[in-house]
């Protein structure tokens, strides 16, 4: 089987882009980022995913500063309770500059190095149209650098399977591949229980009501 790189966060879209690797014939290779955020329940359950893939599984450390988002900084606010309009019009403070140039550059010379044909990524723009490193544009621009850059470049494919789907899409995806959604974490906020107002927990909330589902998140 041909091997790929998956960047796992630990969340529903990331766990749900793992399996759909898997069930396109893929031998998958789960990379995870300590890069400083609070919510770092979603490392554990990332290890979770993995695990329950049965996939080799990497956890590296990559120290942002911490002033860069409030993802970072537990003295900055996450928002809360916006509605989506608010959250759809500007660039939230959770934005992490940089953060999927930086983990794609990694997954990328992972995969050369494990001689993968390919690297997936769980981004979507419907739900978080607020962050530029989501959009289409970007992942366009990210793989002509590669070619150009990388010995292996143009032989190491970039797969956003993701990419044009809605959180609701994604859930079906996640459920038809056999995602483990129990073992998935959403929230921003580092809690030990999801918090139900940030803008993450507003769409995973929204699409499961949508679709007249129970979330296991909560059980």
Partial sequence: MKKCVVLLSGGLDSSATLYLA??????????????????????????????SARVPHIVLKIPFPGKMSSLLDENKKIPSGRGIKKIKNSIPSTYVPARNLVFLSMAFGFAENIKAEAVFIGAHTEDYSGYPDCRRAFFNAFKKAVNAGMKSGKTIKLHTPLLGKGKKEIIKTALRVGTPLRHTWSCYKGLKKPCGTCDSCFFRSRAFKELKMKDPYYA
């Fill in 22 to 51: 898997r069930k396109k014939g893929f031998t998958p290779h789960a990379l995870t980022f300590n890069y400083g955020q609070r919510h770092k329940k979603e490392i554990e359950c990332a290890k979770k995913i993995a695990r």
